[in-house]
């Protein structure tokens, strides 16, 4: 199994390119499934989750091509994937697919109303929380679903071949039920609204893509998404956002380090809570033509207390990394996860490198520290992995980050991109 091998110590100076964001390619390959034409989208990340939904799509019936690469791009950097499923030869998901990533469960949308029918097992991803999934099945049955749970799977059928137009109103706000309600209304017959809806950037670049495929959305990015439905959605040529969580990481990464660094290609409008924090930390962040400017020079770093809520609040997906960064402030900060019950699991690991960190409920109490010093870690999440990362950056000696699979769900090239800025940090494989 891969470990990154980091010797802490240096200070960031470069930049790095960021990526199309994982979080928002998934739902737009799975609007693939949609239509009979075909789906161009651009910046798509090559990462290990990209490539699973690849696979599950391929079940489906859905082919896939690479044809483009940016200028001077190496192998392994976003690149322009095209996705037809001009037939649909299977609406089941299967365990042995879905298991490994949460967001594969998402095919149930389409599929319903595409085919009037999709069998998808209940989903796995990182271990964070229960994750349950009675707001998808919730609101698919308010589109005019029958809905059964059987033997770990899902059946849905709709009643007349077709989704029918509805309101529904999320007693929670859900990403991945917005997505699926979203993507599943486009072609229900009549109008579908949305209230409580989730206004992550991600819902954008989707109801974005889709209206190029000729859906009817609007409200897009507040909490009531109206959608008109057609009978049928063609091709389109769509670009991903950049990576807001990758920008939110390399900045919180900058912060802690020292350095100035640019991060090419992110868009500030995507996470401006999170920067104004790192900016409260004591990092200089200023947007430039080509991306995020990030610079903090010998000052120390301030404790800022966080909760994390969803957008535009700070996103649960930065909360590990910015405790890393807080357990070396100078006093003491107070994190809140409330999105995911189980979130914490980066606690003992930088424990592990010396960071004083207790837990009371769904709140961390970090009480920063002058050092931290290398030692191995190992990470059962995604985030919670990168965060390591960042604390190995900035902690004396050698850190030795095991399980690497996790961050190549989410993280392109992570590695090169940190040590093109200056970071004592390689991947040994075996
Ligand atoms: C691939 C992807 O985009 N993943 C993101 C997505 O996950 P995901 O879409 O799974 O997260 P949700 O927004 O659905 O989850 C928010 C909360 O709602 C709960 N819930 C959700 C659905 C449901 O049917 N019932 C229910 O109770 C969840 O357990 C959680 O407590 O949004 C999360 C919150 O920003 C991010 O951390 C994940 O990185
Ligand atoms: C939790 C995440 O992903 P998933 O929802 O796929 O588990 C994440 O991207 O941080």
Redesign the pocket.
């Known amino acids: 199994m891969d470990r990154i091998r980091i010797v802490g110590g240096n200070k960031l100076a470069g930049s790095i390119p960021i990526s199309g964001a994982?979080?928002a390619a998934?739902?737009l390959m799975i609007a693939s499934l949609l239509t009979d034409d075909t789906l161009t989208l651009e910046n798509v990340p090559h990462l290990a989750?990209v490539e699973q939904l690849i696979r599950i799509l391929g079940n489906h019936g859905v082919d896939y091509s690479v044809n483009g690469r940016r200028e001077k791009q190496q192998e392994g950097y976003s690149r322009t994937v095209t996705f037809s499923a001009r037939n649909i030869v299977d609406t089941t998901a299967p365990y042995e697919l879905v298991s490994k990533m949460?967001?594969s469960f998402w095919v149930i949308g389409p599929l319903l109303a595409r085919m009037g029918e999709a069998k998808v097992s209940l989903p796995g991803?990182?271990a964070?929380?229960?994750?349950?999934?009675?707001?998808?099945?919730?609101g698919l049955q308010a589109l005019g679903a029958d809905i059964d749970v059987d033997t770990g799977y899902v059946i849905a059928k709709t009643r007349n071949g077709r989704l029918v137009g509805n309101r529904y109103v999320f007693p929670?706000?859900?990403?991945?039920?917005?997505?699926v309600l979203v993507m599943a209304a486009s072609l229900a017959k009549g109008e579908t609204v949305l209230e409580n809806a989730?206004r992550?950037p991600?819902i954008v670049n989707l109801a974005e893509c889709l209206n190029a495929m000729g859906a009817r959305i609007s409200g897009a990015g507040t909490e009531t998404i109206t959608i008109d439905g057609v009978e049928a959605l063609s091709g389109a040529r769509v670009r991903v956002i950049p990576d807001r969580?990758e920008t939110g990481t390399y900045a919180m990464a900058v912060a802690m380090t020292g350095g100035d660094v640019v991060l090419e290609g992110a868009r500030a409008d995507l996470l401006q809570t999170a920067l104004d924090v790192i900016s409260q930390t004591g990092a200089e962040i200023t947007q430039t033509n080509s991306g995020i400017r990030v610079r903090r020079n010998g000052a120390g770093i301030a404790p800022v207390d966080v909760t994390t809520a969803?957008?535009p609040a700070f996103?649960?997906?930065l909360q590990a990394q910015f405790m890393g960064l807080m357990t070396m402030a100078k006093g003491k900060s107070r994190i809140t996860e409330t999105?995911?019950?189980n979130r914490f699991m980066h606690v003992q690991e930088l424990a592990r490198l010396g960071a004083h960190i207790t837990l009371s409920g769904q709140t961390a109490i970090v009480d920063g520290v002058p050092k931290l010093k290398g030692a191995p870690v190992m990470a059962t999440d995604l985030?919670a992995s990168v965060s390591l990362v960042i604390a190995g950056l900035a902690a004396e000696g050698e850190t030795t980050v095991n399980r690497v699979y996790h961050l190549d769900r989410g993280f392109e090239r992570l590695e090169e991109k940190l040590s093109g800025c200056g970071a004592e940090i390689e991947r040994i494989s075996g």
């Open positions: 994982k979080n998934l739902p989750d949460r967001a991803g990182c964070i929380g229960t994750r349950p999934v009675d707001l998808f099945l919730e929670k706000v859900s990403v991945g039920a917005t997505h989730a992550e991600e969580i969803p957008f996103p649960t997906d999105i995911f019950e985030r």
